[in-house]
Protein backbone atom coordinates (compact mmCIF):
# COMPACT_ATOMS: atom_id res chain seq x y z
CA UNK A 1 0.00 0.00 0.00
CA UNK A 2 2.59 2.83 0.54
CA UNK A 3 4.52 2.15 -2.69
CA UNK A 4 0.97 3.23 -4.12
CA UNK A 5 1.22 6.12 -2.16
CA UNK A 6 4.41 7.22 -3.45
CA UNK A 7 2.91 7.54 -6.65
CA UNK A 8 0.39 9.77 -5.16
CA UNK A 9 2.49 12.29 -2.59
CA UNK A 10 -0.42 14.36 -2.45
CA UNK A 11 -2.33 12.37 -0.36
CA UNK A 12 0.27 11.93 2.37
CA UNK A 13 1.32 15.81 1.76
CA UNK A 14 -1.06 17.08 5.10
CA UNK A 15 -0.45 17.24 8.46
CA UNK A 16 -1.44 13.52 9.39
CA UNK A 17 0.63 12.19 6.49
CA UNK A 18 3.96 11.89 8.80
CA UNK A 19 1.69 10.62 11.57
CA UNK A 20 0.11 7.74 9.18
CA UNK A 21 4.16 6.81 7.41
CA UNK A 22 5.41 6.33 11.51
CA UNK A 23 2.12 3.90 12.02
CA UNK A 24 2.79 1.99 8.98
CA UNK A 25 6.27 1.35 9.76
CA UNK A 26 5.86 0.92 13.36
CA UNK A 27 3.36 -1.92 12.69
CA UNK A 28 5.27 -3.08 9.57
CA UNK A 29 8.00 -3.62 12.34
CA UNK A 30 5.73 -5.39 14.59
CA UNK A 31 4.59 -7.69 11.69
CA UNK A 32 8.14 -8.58 10.82
CA UNK A 33 9.13 -9.45 14.52
CA UNK A 34 5.95 -11.32 15.03
CA UNK A 35 6.79 -13.45 11.77
CA UNK A 36 10.57 -14.20 12.71
CA UNK A 37 9.24 -15.43 16.02
CA UNK A 38 6.64 -17.65 14.65
CA UNK A 39 9.27 -18.99 11.94
CA UNK A 40 11.59 -19.28 14.85
CA UNK A 41 9.16 -21.37 17.38
CA UNK A 42 8.17 -23.22 14.18
CA UNK A 43 11.44 -24.06 13.78
CA UNK A 44 12.02 -25.62 17.43
CA UNK A 45 8.68 -27.02 17.14
CA UNK A 46 9.43 -29.45 14.00
CA UNK A 47 12.39 -30.79 15.72
CA UNK A 48 9.79 -32.00 18.36
CA UNK A 49 7.26 -33.29 15.73
CA UNK A 50 10.49 -35.07 14.49
CA UNK A 51 11.03 -37.45 16.93
CA UNK A 52 7.65 -39.00 16.24
CA UNK A 53 9.60 -40.56 13.51
CA UNK A 54 11.43 -42.64 15.87
CA UNK A 55 8.06 -44.54 16.80
CA UNK A 56 7.81 -48.22 15.90
CA UNK A 57 5.52 -48.72 13.36
CA UNK A 58 2.65 -50.87 14.84
CA UNK A 59 1.00 -50.62 18.76
CA UNK A 60 -1.47 -53.22 19.91
CA UNK A 61 -4.74 -52.13 21.75
CA UNK A 62 -4.11 -53.10 25.51
CA UNK A 63 -7.93 -53.91 26.18
CA UNK A 64 -9.31 -55.18 22.24
CA UNK A 65 -5.98 -56.80 21.35
CA UNK A 66 -6.08 -55.10 17.85
CA UNK A 67 -3.41 -53.49 15.87
CA UNK A 68 -3.33 -49.84 14.93
CA UNK A 69 -0.53 -47.97 13.08
CA UNK A 70 1.19 -45.89 15.29
CA UNK A 71 1.91 -42.69 12.90
CA UNK A 72 1.70 -39.09 14.67
CA UNK A 73 -0.10 -37.05 12.32
CA UNK A 74 1.59 -33.78 13.41
CA UNK A 75 4.45 -35.31 10.86
CA UNK A 76 2.40 -35.02 7.98
CA UNK A 77 1.07 -31.48 9.51
CA UNK A 78 4.85 -30.14 9.86
CA UNK A 79 5.86 -31.39 6.02
CA UNK A 80 2.57 -29.57 5.06
CA UNK A 81 3.73 -26.45 6.90
CA UNK A 82 7.62 -26.90 5.66
CA UNK A 83 6.16 -26.86 2.34
CA UNK A 84 4.13 -23.89 2.60
CA UNK A 85 7.32 -21.67 3.84
CA UNK A 86 9.58 -23.30 1.55
CA UNK A 87 7.07 -21.67 -0.92
CA UNK A 88 7.00 -18.29 0.68
CA UNK A 89 10.80 -18.34 0.67
CA UNK A 90 11.79 -19.43 4.56
CA UNK A 91 14.54 -21.22 6.09
CA UNK A 92 13.43 -24.81 7.00
CA UNK A 93 15.33 -27.11 9.69
CA UNK A 94 16.95 -29.80 8.35
CA UNK A 95 14.50 -31.87 10.51
CA UNK A 96 11.89 -30.53 8.46
CA UNK A 97 13.88 -31.06 5.21
CA UNK A 98 14.71 -34.79 6.22
CA UNK A 99 10.56 -35.09 6.73
CA UNK A 100 9.52 -33.57 3.53
CA UNK A 101 11.75 -35.35 1.42
CA UNK A 102 10.38 -38.56 2.96
CA UNK A 103 6.81 -37.46 2.07
CA UNK A 104 5.98 -39.53 -0.29
CA UNK A 105 7.57 -42.84 0.89
CA UNK A 106 5.62 -42.01 4.81
CA UNK A 107 2.26 -41.65 2.92
CA UNK A 108 2.59 -44.99 0.91
CA UNK A 109 4.06 -46.84 3.83
CA UNK A 110 1.62 -45.65 6.53
CA UNK A 111 -1.25 -46.30 3.55
CA UNK A 112 0.12 -50.28 3.15
CA UNK A 113 0.56 -50.86 7.07
CA UNK A 114 -3.45 -49.37 7.39
CA UNK A 115 -4.23 -51.93 4.56
CA UNK A 116 -2.97 -54.46 5.91
CA UNK A 117 -3.72 -53.73 9.55
CA UNK A 118 -7.80 -53.80 8.18
CA UNK A 119 -7.31 -56.75 6.10
CA UNK A 120 -6.02 -58.67 9.20
CA UNK A 121 -9.21 -57.56 10.99
CA UNK A 122 -11.14 -58.85 8.33
CA UNK A 123 -9.79 -62.34 7.55
CA UNK A 124 -10.29 -62.77 11.53
CA UNK A 125 -14.06 -61.87 11.43
CA UNK A 126 -14.66 -64.66 8.23
CA UNK A 127 -13.15 -67.41 10.65
CA UNK A 128 -15.92 -69.82 11.60
CA UNK A 129 -16.33 -70.21 15.37
CA UNK A 130 -15.71 -74.47 14.22
CA UNK A 131 -12.34 -74.07 13.11
CA UNK A 132 -11.34 -71.29 15.24
CA UNK A 133 -9.13 -73.86 17.81
CA UNK A 134 -7.29 -75.06 14.60
CA UNK A 135 -6.42 -71.83 13.00
CA UNK A 136 -4.71 -70.32 16.35
CA UNK A 137 -1.05 -71.77 15.34
CA UNK A 138 -1.57 -69.51 11.85
CA UNK A 139 -3.10 -66.83 13.90
CA UNK A 140 0.05 -66.73 15.87
CA UNK A 141 2.24 -66.92 12.91
CA UNK A 142 0.98 -63.65 11.93
CA UNK A 143 1.08 -62.25 15.06
CA UNK A 144 4.69 -63.31 14.91
CA UNK A 145 5.37 -61.57 11.25
CA UNK A 146 3.74 -58.25 12.90
CA UNK A 147 5.69 -58.42 15.98
CA UNK A 148 9.13 -56.65 13.97
CA UNK A 149 6.62 -53.71 13.08
CA UNK A 150 5.75 -53.37 17.21
CA UNK A 151 9.47 -53.76 18.62
CA UNK A 152 12.28 -52.81 16.25
CA UNK A 153 11.39 -51.14 12.91
CA UNK A 154 10.56 -47.29 13.35
CA UNK A 155 9.94 -44.65 10.39
CA UNK A 156 13.46 -43.84 9.98
CA UNK A 157 14.41 -48.10 9.50
CA UNK A 158 15.61 -49.06 5.89
CA UNK A 159 13.52 -52.65 5.42
CA UNK A 160 9.83 -51.28 6.04
CA UNK A 161 9.25 -52.49 2.39
CA UNK A 162 10.50 -55.78 3.08
CA UNK A 163 8.66 -56.04 5.96
CA UNK A 164 5.52 -54.63 4.23
CA UNK A 165 5.82 -57.74 1.93
CA UNK A 166 6.50 -60.00 4.28
CA UNK A 167 2.66 -58.87 5.81
CA UNK A 168 1.37 -59.16 2.91
CA UNK A 169 2.31 -62.69 1.85
CA UNK A 170 1.40 -64.12 5.32
CA UNK A 171 -1.91 -62.52 5.00
CA UNK A 172 -2.98 -63.81 1.82
CA UNK A 173 -1.83 -67.09 2.77
CA UNK A 174 -4.23 -67.03 5.91
CA UNK A 175 -6.59 -65.60 3.32
CA UNK A 176 -6.07 -68.64 0.92
CA UNK A 177 -6.18 -71.07 4.05
CA UNK A 178 -9.35 -70.08 5.59
CA UNK A 179 -11.08 -69.74 2.38
CA UNK A 180 -10.71 -73.08 1.87
CA UNK A 181 -12.04 -74.62 5.05
CA UNK A 182 -14.70 -72.18 4.77
CA UNK A 183 -15.42 -73.57 1.54
CA UNK A 184 -14.82 -77.72 2.83
CA UNK A 185 -17.40 -77.04 5.72
CA UNK A 186 -19.93 -74.84 4.22
CA UNK A 187 -20.24 -76.50 0.64
CA UNK A 188 -18.89 -80.16 1.25
CA UNK A 189 -19.35 -81.08 4.82
CA UNK A 190 -22.70 -79.11 5.28
CA UNK A 191 -24.04 -79.82 1.82
CA UNK A 192 -23.50 -83.54 2.78
CA UNK A 193 -25.19 -83.56 5.99
CA UNK A 194 -28.64 -81.47 4.39
CA UNK A 195 -28.04 -84.16 1.79
CA UNK A 196 -28.39 -87.43 4.18
CA UNK A 197 -30.91 -85.69 6.48
CA UNK A 198 -33.08 -85.18 3.39
CA UNK A 199 -32.74 -88.98 1.93
CA UNK A 200 -33.15 -90.02 6.03
Known sequence: PMKQFQEHQNV?????????IKMYNKVA?????????????????????KTGLLATLIVRHPDNGKFY??????????IREAKCLERMGFSIPESARIALMQEDKLKTF????????????????????????VLKP?????DWKIRPGMRT????????????????????????????????????IDYNIKLVTKTL
Open 69 to 78: VNFDPKIFEL
Open 12 to 20: LAGKDGKRI
Open 153 to 188: LTWTSLNIEPYIDHLFAGLKKLQELISVMNDIINNR
Open 29 to 49: KTIVRYEVWLHNTWCQSSDQA
Open 110 to 133: HRKLEWALKEYDRIKSQVLPLTAE
Open 138 to 142: HFKDM
